[in-house]
């Protein structure tokens, strides 16, 4: 089972509509990372945060806006998306963000934007 | 050229058949890398971690070429449960894991 936890499952929006997905790790992990999934595609990098900071945005459009409250939560803020944005979203975790870094994901976000 | 370059698949084998997966990266400077296995509409869940020396575990063996640049994934005696995607990932950097798009392996009766 993953011990990175995230919430909701599944969520639909509309175009107009503000919605946070969270995430939640109680392994330790100093660094937190969000990635975004289209059907039949791998995982691609949002944004990766190390020690509450944040160190990659991978150029992602200003409507997607992460916080790291502290080092076991992460969110994501979603506001004026559009329906292209509909993906699984994932959250992942691993020790530090540097070399040999093994990270674990979470079960992710089912999003739909209409 | 992408990042991590992976053949897509679909690789359809029968029950106890060996199989191999390769990957080839582009950064000459990425410092690690990994395969991850992921089932229809789940999370990617780590498979291994994959180091010169090569590793093995039980029915899988990875090995890393860095001069040439390519990673590969041997499975063994090939199981139904094996039917998943298998991503191959390299660390170009500190914290930047990089996604090939995955070899979709079905294993059949």
């Known amino acids: 089972d993953t011990e990175v936890t995230q919430t909701p499952k599944h969520l639909v929006m509309g175009m107009t509509n503000k919605k946070s997905l969270k995430c939640e790790q109680h392994m330790g992990h100093r660094a937190m990372y969000w990635y975004k999934q289209k059907a039949k595609k791998p995982p691609e990098l949002m944004f990766v945060?190390?020690?509450?900071?944040?160190?990659i945005n991978e150029s992602v459009p200003s409507r997607f806006s992460p916080e790291c409250p502290n080092s076991s939560l992460l969110n994501l803020h979603l506001h004026a998306l559009q329906p292209e944005d509909s993906a699984l979203y994932l959250c992942?975790?691993?020790?530090?963000?540097?070399?040999?870094?093994?990270?674990?994901f979470g079960q992710g976000t089912r999003l739909t934007v209409v | 050229r992408k990042e991590v370059e992976q053949d897509p698949g679909p690789f359809n084998v029968p029950e106890g058949a060996t199989v191999a997966f390769n990957c080839t990266y582009s950064?000459?400077?990425?410092?690690?890398f990994f395969w991850y296995r992921q089932d229809c509409r789940k999370e990617p869940k780590l498979l291994m971690s994959?180091?010169?020396s090569g590793n093995e575990d039980g029915r899988f063996t990875a090995q890393l070429n860095r001069a040439s640049q390519y990673i590969s994934l041997l499975i063994r005696d090939s199981k139904l449960s094996d039917s998943a995607t298998y991503l191959c990932?390299?660390?170009?950097?500190?914290?930047?894991?990089?996604f090939g798009q995955g070899t979709e392996l079905s294993v059949k009766p």
């Open positions: 945060y190390s020690y509450e900071k944040l160190s």
């Open positions: 950064n000459s400077a990425s410092q690690s």
């Open positions: 990932v390299v660390n170009p950097q500190g914290g930047k894991l990089i």
């Open positions: 992942a975790s691993s020790q530090e963000g540097g070399p040999d870094t093994e990270a674990f």
């Open positions: 994959v180091y010169s």
